[in-house]
């Protein structure tokens, strides 16, 4: 074997093995999580900064390989976001939630923005921050409620909808903050932003009216050819939307989209796994370039903003739920459900890593991610207690526990 080769192998070896023990370290964060009945979102963003630089542990990690895991596992994390809703429920979204939409963006999207500008930021920066305190995490309310037992509560179907104009929102918003971060002039902004809203649309059309087609002729394969062509159709449609100026999350997201009936169903199981895989890598990798010695200080802002944000949320949800007839306990469930941030908000801070303000500005995403996967979920489990306790109600002797209450004829 001559020394070249020796060398390469011996850097795989060590690869290997810091990989190795990165993902076993996951694996521990993923449980623990699932002990505590949370998140495990909170838990890698910690991981990321302690055995990224600055922490307590510097792994050295092959930082090209988790960096080409965590651009993946945005497209992973929005094309099962995209599995999620069929065609009808996004049509029904769109009928209906309008007026909670625009409640929504402005007090999940104001406060952020204020926030940044407040801070001293420049525009870009204070614009993208707005997106983070706006987007609530889908993947962790799906969760929530999944594990909550509620899926079949009255207000769950305003939480979905309400989750659906969030979503489509980032494929306006996103084209829109690109251009302002790259810094272009006006008309190039204009143009940019038109090209891409023309494209999510036409592409959007094109999914919920043909989709069904190709869904049908994935349909006939085993599971591994379904597989193979989800994953290699996301990445390729991916990678296309992002030379359209377009995020190719937001590609990721229209093919899941696309996709409907048995097909639908098959391939939000073949894909979980990966999506947790690399999911995780993503959250590692924006925690990897955030010192931990700069957290604390971001906390105080992070703290203040949940606490806006939430009650906006609260706002949010009541409105949503109330106007699909639902109790004022299934309303404060609702808001409480769209509370924890996430996915969404980590890839919006990430957008200004090249900005003067993008250090901070990851920072306090980073720490307001932290409290609000945290503080959603808990919330969630305990929004019939916080009910009581806003409106001073106790239950009566024989009174019916609150899952039969959600689904009674009343309240369902």
Known sequence: MTPVVAAVGADVAQAFVEIGLLALVLAFLARVASKLGITAVPFYLLAGLGLGEGGIADIGVAEGFVELGAEIGVLMLLLTLGLEYSSDELRSGLRGGGVPGAIDALLGFGPGLVAGLL????????????????????????????????????????????????????????????????????????????????????????????????????????NEALLLAVFGLTLVVGGLAQQLQISAAIGAFLVGLALSGPVQERASELIEPLRDLFAAMFFLFFAFQIDPGD??????????????????????????????????????????????????????????????????????????????????PVLAKNADTLHDLVFRRRPAAGQRPAREQALAPTDA
């Open 295 to 376: 957290l604390p200080a971001a906390m105080v802002p992070a703290a203040l903003l949940l606490l806006v944000t939430g009650a906006g949320k609260m706002v949010t949800g009541w409105v949503a739920a109330k106007r699909i007839g639902a109790s004022t306990r299934g309303r404060v469930r609702a808001g409480a459900a769209l509370i924890a941030r996430g996915e969404f908000s980590i890839v919006i801070a990430s957008l200004g890593v090249g900005l003067a303000d993008g250090a901070d500005l990851g920072i306090i995403a980073a720490a307001y991610v932290l409290l609000t996967a945290v503080a959603g």
């Open 119 to 222: 801070l001293g930021w420049s525009i870009p920066a204070a614009v993208l921050l707005g997106g983070v305190t706006w987007i609530s995490s889908s993947g962790v309310i799906s969760k929530v409620l999944s594990d909550l037992d509620r899926l079949g509560y009255r207000e769950t179907p305003s939480i979905l909808n309400l989750l659906v104009i969030e979503d489509l929102a980032m494929a306006v918003y996103l084209p829109i903050v690109a251009a302002v971060v790259a810094g272009e002039d006006m008309m190039s902004t204009a143009t940019t932003v038109a090209i891409a809203l023309v494209t999510v649309a036409v592409v959007l059309w094109v999914a919920m009216s043909y989709g069904h087609l190709m869904s049908v002729r994935l349909d006939r394969g085993n």
